[in-house]
């Protein structure tokens, strides 16, 4: 149980477009989820948390217009990375907490690696 | 501020026992929790400790003592597919995870 997916695994994508990642878990329902960065040989960044129906909270430092986060059912969570640079290329894995219960452990997706051309 | 030390780097043999130690400081504390993550994966559920003392798993354990603002992963019989990172994080009392750097473990046949 608590499997997490994501999609796509990985993406390449041109300077100055868009890409969508979705993230959703599919046997138990998550009213958090939590998107994450990690560049190679670093440890995880976390870059927003969100809610089930309200706007996610985003890290300092991360800008909330370039990643668009929607949160609209209780198994489906996206990460939209707008106008997407080089710098952006990097490994974006989400996670999702279940609805009830302890120990409040984060059941993670497989990931997502963007590359920008 | 809030902060977690591991090691960057540990090297160990097929077959022995390795110990990778973690140090935290977070503003409260809800928990530890011990991920092993493979190259160019997502990490995997380890363990959780919320209360002093050790708790084994099979041929992993982990150590806590909340006085001490201290943990270990205690790995036995290793094996060629333990070569991973091993991240401890810790639940503030935000209950968010605080995420150390990552042990990076190499294991020699």
């Known amino acids: 149980g608590a499997v997490v997916s994501q999609h796509p695994s990985w993406v390449i994508c041109k300077s100055g477009t868009s890409v969508k990642i979705e993230c959703r878990s599919l046997d138990f329902q998550a009213t958090t989820m939590f998107w994450y960065r990690q560049f190679p040989k670093q440890s995880l960044m976390l870059m927003a948390t969100s809610n089930e129906g309200s706007k996610a909270t985003y890290e300092q430092g991360v800008e909330k217009d370039k990643f668009l986060i929607n949160h609209a059912s209780l198994t489906l969570s996206t990460l939209t990375v707008t106008s997407a640079h080089p710098e952006d290329s990097s490994f974006y894995i989400c996670?999702?907490?279940?609805?009830?219960?302890?120990?409040?452990?984060?059941?993670f997706g497989p990931g997502t690696r963007l590359t920008v051309t | 501020g809030q902060n977690i030390d591991q090691p960057t780097e540990m090297t160990a043999t097929e077959g022995a026992i390795v110990q990778i130690n973690c140090t935290y400081q977070?503003?409260?504390?809800?928990?530890l929790f011990w991920y092993q993550q493979h190259a160019g994966e997502a990490p995997t559920f380890l363990s959780y400790n919320v209360l002093d003392g050790l708790e084994e798993k099979g041929r992993f354990s982990s150590f806590l003592s909340r006085s001490k603002g201290y943990s270990y992963l205690l790995l036995k019989e290793l094996q060629m597919k333990d070569s991973a990172s091993y991240l401890c994080a810790v639940l503030d009392s935000n209950y968010q995870l605080i995420w150390g750097a990552g042990t990076k473990l190499i294991i020699k046949p």
């Open positions: 977070t503003s409260g504390f809800n928990g």
């Open positions: 996670s999702a907490n279940l609805l009830a219960g302890g120990p409040y452990e984060q059941y």
